[in-house]
């Protein structure tokens, strides 16, 4: 099993930058296909972003694309994700995923087994 602490997380208006940070536990991090999620207020969790075990494959959902970036340290066992030119609509809480027997590409469409705790991403206008 892996387990998973998101930070970074916080307040910034329209047009602002955020980096959040998904720790892991474990010494298998390099193995797991790892995603990034959110979930706004009445709606449901979507995905956001996901980055192979190797980080040579990333894959976006259309409303991020070209505005964040995800990565990962295998050597610090964490993932990022860097948040450029937010919207408002982003706002929402963020989840870190990390599934070890699926693809990152399948990510896109069936959510990982291990989940963080969430953190709150708020954009203001």
């Known amino acids: 099993q892996v387990q998973l602490v998101e930070s970074g997380g916080g307040l910034v208006q329209a047009g602002g930058s955020l980096s959040l940070s998904c720790a892991a536990s474990g010494r298998t991090f390099s193995t797991y296909a790892m995603g990034w999620f959110r979930q706004a207020p009445g709606k449901e969790r979507e995905f956001v972003a996901a980055?192979?075990?190797?980080?040579?494959?990333?894959y976006y959902a259309e409303s991020v694309q070209g505005r964040f970036t995800i990565s990962r340290d295998n050597a610090k066992n964490t993932m990022y994700l860097q948040m450029n030119s937010l919207k408002p609509e982003d706002t929402a809480v963020y989840y870190c995923?990390?599934?070890?027997?699926?693809?990152?590409?399948?990510?896109?469409?069936?959510?990982?087994?291990?989940w963080g705790q969430g953190t709150q991403v708020t954009v203001s206008s």
């Open positions: 980055i192979s075990s190797s980080g040579a494959s990333r």
């Open positions: 995923g990390a599934e070890l027997t699926t693809s990152a590409r399948t990510m896109r469409a069936i959510p990982p087994d291990y």
